[in-house]
T-cell receptor, first 115, second 112 residues
Framework: DAMVIQNPRYQVTQFGKPVTLSCSQT?????MYWYQQKSSQAPKLLFH???????NEADTPDNFQSRRPNTSFCFLDIRSPGLGDAAMYLC??????????????FGPGTRLLVL | GQQLNQSPQSMFIQEGEDVSMNCTSS?????WLWYKQDPGEGPVLLIA?????ELTSNGRLTAQFGITRKDSFLNISASIPSDVGIYFC????????????FGEGTQLTVNP
């Protein structure tokens, strides 16, 4: 089945130690997103790639970076994790469409714990 | 940025009851999406709506795209324990590119 895959599902890192989360998709969608979700809150968009074009949200800290080496893979790099970065990180994909009709599909998420 | 007002924030119901939740905004949206999220998992798409007035069902779930394009509702009929979770509405505006605006979620608890 076509899907969005996130690895690992759980990640423990130390304060200040760089960490990378990965996302892959078999949907062949051209848009990939990274969201941060804290407990009982709505997902918050960090950035997204429209094909190879990177779109950063204005309030995303510089500590968060992303790479998309090809259509299928996208990575979230947290350069120096702080305690406040502990959260669920969600990857999503969509096939860009003009007007209505664009739907985002989410992966299962990676729960990040910062010690 | 634009906000979606989702209500109710939480619901406690008995198994077998029907449930209704909605999202409203002061802005026009051209896509409405409803997701369900279980603890420790990513949101799962339930229903997607693309046209004003559209009424779409998915099993016991029914959702409608408001005629004014500023609201949407989700109904769940004959609730069962596995309906427990957080339900999010999300909307996409013409001017927001691929970005979605999310509601704050409705936490549903179903008592057997």
């Amino acid at each position: 089945d076509a899907m969005v895959i996130q690895n690992p599902r759980y990640q423990v890192t130390q304060f200040g130690k760089p960490v990378t989360l990965s996302c892959s998709q078999t949907l062949n969608h051209n848009v990939m997103y990274w969201y941060q979700q804290k407990s009982s809150q709505a997902p918050k968009l960090l950035f997204h790639y429209y094909d190879k074009d990177f779109n950063n949200e204005a309030d995303t800290p510089d500590n968060f970076q992303s790479r998309r080496p090809n259509t299928s893979f996208c990575f979230l790099d947290i350069r120096s994790p702080g305690l406040g970065d502990a959260a669920m990180y969600l990857c999503a994909t969509s096939r860009a469409q003009v007007g209505a009709g664009e739907t985002q599909y989410f992966g299962p998420g990676t729960r990040l714990l910062v010690l | 940025g634009q906000q979606l007002n989702q209500s109710p924030q939480s619901m406690f119901i008995q198994e077998g009851e029907d449930v209704s939740m909605n999202c409203t905004s002061s802005s026009i949206f051209n896509t409405w999406l409803w997701y369900k999220q279980d603890p420790g998992e990513g949101p799962v798409l339930l229903i997607a709506l693309y046209k004003a007035g559209e009424l779409t069902s998915n099993g016991r779930l029914t959702a409608q795209f408001g005629i004014t394009r500023k609201d949407s509702f989700l109904n769940i009929s004959a609730s069962i324990p596995s309906d427990v979770g957080i339900y999010f509405c999300a909307g996409r505006q013409e001017t927001s590119g691929s970005r979605l605006t999310f509601g704050e979620g409705t936490q549903l608890t179903v008592n057997p």
